[in-house]
């Protein structure tokens, strides 16, 4: 009888004989160790995060940074330096553009001459970085890159006026120099049945597009106060002659102040060089009598007109206003048939002398009232 050896119990973990004699490892017992189980975990987690910021790093381009390397210069230090103290800043300062007709400074062309050679910083890796520094360049205390800089500017203006060199035009055969022009014409039933207006707007819109544009109804200058009281007596003059004669005299029986208004707007619709006269059939009005200029000027936004009759005598309300405007030369067609006097006048005649504003004149016919004013003002007579 063959004795029957009982197989013995291994331990957990340890080797098992099969049955033919030959040992084996359980692996499932091993893998069933707690600390087994958490050293796996550990070591999965490693290899998923590896992966994920390898990933990253792969698809967006991203490489170590690594310290540059130029004149033993740690770009570490430049790029994480803080900006200077408010105190240092100093102001931009607006200068008057060079005379090229002036040569250059012997110190600024000595430093043209030796400026330093210009070096880029190379990263390790072969890439560049954008700034340039020169090589004999120190370093400031704040960290600040630069060298001292050096130089000097020479600046000269030509003609008159603070915002720099004026050119020299020609308008209607006489030599201004003015870069803003304003002009004053009257529109009146003597200019309009003459057919020179298109002319004369055309050629001020060639010489000067942006030209600020008054117009008036005559070219008087008067205080309000007596060119009213003037009005008021002939209108009582004509009511008594009305009442001798029994006939009755044209005209209009009171006056409104004048005052500055746009031409693109409603009022000046019903203003009569516009509209014309219901006292005069021959007087049809500029919408009428130049239908092109008309819509010319009212699709401009700088022409306005001096409301009221030319009794008024407002022309200077157009003066003062370009004056503010800053016209550095006043175009004036007038027919100089009305006075030009009183304290408006006057201190019209000064403001335009101490602003040395240029007049050029043309005249509408061959009368010429206010002469001592036009000459008051070094008026340029226009032919």
């Known amino acids: 009888m063959t004795p029957v050896t009982p197989k013995s119990k291994g331990k957990k973990g340890a080797k098992a004989s099969s049955g033919d004699g030959v040992s084996t490892w359980d692996w499932k017992s091993f893998f069933k160790r707690p600390l087994v189980l958490v050293l796996a975990i550990s070591l999965a987690i490693h290899v998923l995060v590896l992966l994920a910021f390898g990933s990253v790093a792969i698809f ?12 033993e210069i740690a770009a570490e230090e430049v790029l994480e330096t803080p900006p200077p103290p408010p105190e240092e800043t100093v102001a931009p300062v607006e200068e008057s553009p060079p005379d090229s007709s002036v040569p250059p400074a012997p110190e600024a062309a000595a430093a043209e001459d030796s400026a330093p ?58 030599t201004i120099q003015a870069r803003k022009l304003g002009v004053v014409v009257s529109v009146n039933q003597r200019a309009q049945n003459q057919g020179v207006l298109p ?16 117009l008036t109804n005559g070219g008087g200058m008067m205080d309000w106060n007596k060119a009213l009281k003037t009005f ?7 009511k008594k002659k009305e009442k001798e004669t029994g006939k009755r005299i044209p005209g209009a029986n009171t006056m ?32 009428e009598k130049h239908p092109e200029l008309f819509q010319t000027l009212r699709k401009r936004s700088n022409v306005w007109f001096i409301t009221s009759y030319k009794d008024a ?4 309300l157009a003066f003062e206003d370009l004056v503010k405007r800053g016209a550095e030369a006043i175009y004036w067609y007038n027919a100089f048939d009305s006075p030009i006097e009183g304290e408006v006048a006057e201190e019209l005649a000064q403001r335009l002398t101490e602003k040395k504003v240029e007049i050029l004149v043309q005249n509408q016919g061959k009368r010429v009232e206010g002469m001592d004013w036009l000459k008051r003002v070094e008026a340029k007579f226009v032919k």
Do not use: C, H
Not at 60 to 66: A, C, D, I, Y
């Open 60 to 71: 967006k381009g991203s490489v170590p940074k690594l310290p540059f390397v130029s004149q």
């Open 199 to 214: 002319g004369i707007f055309d050629e001020i819109f060639k010489e000067f597009p942006d030209a600020d544009i008054f």
């Open 117 to 174: 050679a210009l070096e880029m910083l190379t990263v390790v890796g072969g890439a560049n970085w954008a700034p340039m520094i020169p090589k004999t360049g120190p370093i400031s205390e704040t960290g600040t890159l630069g060298t001292p800089g050096q130089g000097s500017g020479v600046g000269g203006t030509v003609g008159k006026g603070p915002a720099g060199p004026m050119a020299s035009k020609q308008l209607f055969g006489v």
């Open 313 to 316: 005598n407002a022309a200077y």
């Open 256 to 287: 409104e102040k004048p005052k500055v208004a746009r031409f693109n707007s409603g009022e000046a619709m019903d203003w009569p060089p516009v509209r014309g006269s219901t006292f005069n059939e021959d007087y049809v009005g500029l919408k």
């Open 232 to 238: 008021e007596d002939e209108v009582a003059a004509r």
